[in-house]
């Protein structure tokens, strides 16, 4: 038993036929509980960090259907996820350009939270690394398919 197993007790890994290998984390709070892991995302050929919030039976079916969508949908998200971020950009660097997003913008991290059919359209986050700052991740929060919002942190 490794030390971090005797203070928090073993935790719960999960082979998803989705997302893969993940790992589960119990908060105070069950509403936030959540599984994390690496998948491949297919549209760049990279791997990717995925966060999910789910309880400890795994990621729902709605989960796995909507992160499929957002594969098959990704180069038609392409144009919307360029202007918003150029737009923030340009808040501090007026000549900014992007030239060519899938070479100059790599995913890093996707969010998706608990989804429930009569919620509505679902609030989600897609992280990015990119050539022009690398001191810096943008991340894009998106209702549905439409983003509505960037982060610059770092």
């Keep these: 038993m490794g030390f971090r197993e005797f203070l928090f007790g073993r935790q719960l890994r999960l082979e998803d036929e989705v997302f893969g290998s993940l790992l589960y984390f119990d908060c105070k709070n069950p509403e936030n509980n959540y599984f994390e892991g690496k998948r491949l995302f297919t549209p760049t050929g990279t791997r990717?960090?995925?966060?999910l919030t789910a309880g400890p039976s795994g990621p729902s079916t709605a989960q796995h259907a909507f992160y499929e969508q957002i594969e098959a949908q990704y180069p038609t998200l392409l144009p919307a996820l360029a202007w918003l971020i150029t737009t923030e950009v340009r808040n501090w660097q007026p000549d900014f350009e992007i030239q060519n997003f899938v070479e100059e913008f790599q995913p890093t991290l996707?969010?998706?939270?608990?989804i429930s059919k009569a919620a509505g359209p679902v609030d989600?986050?897609?992280s990015f690394e990119t050539i022009h700052d690398q001191n810096h991740t943008f991340v894009v929060s998106r209702q549905g398919f439409t983003p509505y919002k960037v982060q610059v942190d770092g």
Aim: charged fraction near 25%; aromatic fraction near 8%; proline fraction near 8%.
């Design 124 to 126: 989600w986050e897609l």
């Design 48 to 51: 990717i960090e995925v966060l």
């Design 110 to 114: 996707l969010e998706l939270p608990a």
